[in-house]
Every structure is written in C-alpha cells, then in structure tokens.
C-alpha cells in the first residue's frame, strides 16, 4: 500500500543535479523531497523536466533554490521547505558535492579547489540545520587519497560531535546498474534521536562512530588498512550487493560471456523507444577499425579495435 505523503519523510536536497540521487529516495515511496537546490541552470531545467516524466511529484518538481550553497543562510533554506511551521522533528538532507577535484582522474586540487572547498560548505549546512539523518556522496578518491583523507576525517570529527557516521565505499556495478561506479558515501544519524529511539543501540553506534572519525592516520598505514578498520566498526544497515565483485567476475574477455543479462548496457538501450539519438551510431569509414588488430604487447603501432563493451568504466 502506497505511503501517504501526511506520513512520508521530508528530504532536503543540495547538489540535485539532473536528480539521480533524489530518485533513488523517492523510488522508496517512504521519502518525499521538500526543497531543491542547484546552482546550475541547465542540470536545473534537466531536474525539472525529466524527474516528472518518471512520474515523480516533488514540489511539482520545482529547484526552489538556484544559488551557491555558500551563499544560503540556514534561516532561508528552512523557510522555504517548512513555511512558517519550521523545521519537522524529522527530516533528512542529502546531496552530492561535486567531485572533480578528488577524483583520481582531476587535478586533486582537494579542499583548496573551488569544487573541493564545497564539501565543507555542505557539512556546515548540515550541522547548522541539524537535520535527524544525512547522506553524502562523493569519489572514493575522497577516501583513498591520502590528503583528501585527512581532510575527509577533520569533517567527520566535525559532525561526529552531533551524529553517528558510518563510511562505505559502494560500486553500482554490483547492485544492478550496469557502469562501474565506486562511490564513497557517508551517513549519519541525530545522536540525541538515537537516545531518544535507539536507546538499547545507542551507545554502541555512538562508540564506533567516534572510532571511525578517530581512526590513526600515520603515513605508513595503507588505504586498505584503514578501509579494513572502517568495515570492521560498520553499525550502518548497509544493503547488500545483487552481485558481489561484479566487476572481477565479469570484467575479463574470458568471463564476460557469463555476465547477467541486467548488467549488460544492451539491456538497458532496448528498453528505449523513440530515443532522439537512436540512429547516431559510430560508423567506421576506415578498415584500419576492422583490420588493423594486432597482438596484445605489441607497441610499435597504433592499434584499431572494436570490442563490445558489456558496462562502462568509471569517469
């Protein structure tokens, strides 16, 4: 039975992009997202236009807010998502700062760039608005890159003042999404809700949270090290994979025959009808595409091959 809106959750959304992240919290029907934000007008007018096809009713789908979030007082993102009644006793906020200054395939300019520095600016939101739960999402460069490491545990020992954090590094690969995306995402919950709700689990959580955010960080110690001391203090419900080490299992030329139907990119296009780019394929006007193979190893020319991709790499 369809949850009633009266009884739905309230979710405000920073980053929301095209509202990728926002559909996967409505998709659970027990969500309902309250409040927009996004500075980009083009990924706006893509919200708004495309999160209605889906069927989706958020506000009629409407960006409330269009600018930096560096630029929002607490005050006005309130007023706008709760009117005049203030902020509910439970709400939750999510968003996905951009990443391209921790990805590995950027600059790495970290915290200091001016996409880096707004991770901070997302984690100040949220603890001046306090909300009972939130979700960030970033690169997983954020987490196994050294510098970006460190600044990452300064911001959990921020919010660990007011919130049990739980880190995981997730790849849509293996929960049925057929690209190869690691992402690394945080939640936390309100400490005083935990007391309030969780009493029995309460100190516990609150115990490896502080654990988590005070993990050691000397320089010799590996990523995997402390990835493996993350997992080992999980108390976050984390949802297990559809297909554990997907990429592993179904990555190499040998095994791909054997990949699942679901995680195949071809299974996703023939499920579109009517697709505007339907007929724009890569035609090949050369036979260097169809003749020009060589041997694995060999680097004294260029090479010319077509494969077939089965799931696309990460950006």
């Not at 739905?8 to 919290?25: E, H, K, M, T, W």
């Not at 506000?59 to 709760?82: D, L, M």
């Not at 439970?90 to 520095?117: T, V, Y």
């Not at 419900?237 to 699942?260: H, I, Q």
Request: glycine residues 8%.
């Amino acid at each position: 039975m369809p949850v009633r809106v009266s009884e739905q959750i309230p979710i405000l959304s920073f980053f929301s992009g095209a509202g990728f992240l926002d559909i996967g919290f409505l998709r659970q029907e027990a969500f309902n997202i309250v409040w927009h934000n996004e500075c980009n007008d083009d990924f706006a007018r893509a919200y708004e236009h495309g999160v209605g096809l889906l069927g989706y009713n958020t506000c009629n789908n409407k960006i409330q807010s269009r600018g930096r979030i560096e630029n929002i007082k607490a005050k006005q993102v309130v007023k706008q998502a709760f009117a005049e009644e203030g902020a509910l006793k439970m709400f939750g906020i999510i968003g996905g700062p951009p990443c391209p200054d921790f990805s590995c395939a950027g600059k790495n300019n970290g915290r200091k760039g001016e996409n880096g520095k707004l991770i901070g600016k997302f984690v100040s939101m949220i603890i001046r608005l306090r909300p009972t739960f939130f979700l960030l999402e970033n690169v997983p460069g954020l987490l196994e890159t050294k510098k970006h490491r460190t600044y990452l545990f300064s911001l959990l020992k921020k919010l660990h003042k007011y919130y049990a954090v739980d880190i995981n590094v997730l790849n849509a690969l293996e929960y049925g999404v057929p690209q190869n995306r690691r992402r690394v995402f945080i939640v936390g919950i309100n400490l005083k809700w935990l007391l309030q709700h969780r009493r029995n689990k309460h100190a516990d959580i609150k115990s490896k949270s502080k654990k988590i955010t005070t993990i050691d960080l000397p320089y010799k110690k590996s990523t995997l090290d402390i990835k493996q001391e993350i997992e080992n203090l999980h108390w976050f419900s984390w949802p297990d994979p559809l297909f554990p080490d997907a990429r592993a299992r179904y990555g190499t030329n040998k095994e791909r025959e054997k990949c699942p139907k679901s995680l195949t990119v071809d299974n996703c296009f023939s499920k579109v009808n009517g697709h505007p780019n339907a007929n724009d394929i890569f035609n090949a006007y050369s036979d260097k595409i169809t003749k020009g193979r060589i041997e694995e190893g060999d680097v004294s020319r260029k090479s010319f091959s077509v494969y077939t991709v089965f799931f696309t790499v990460q950006m």
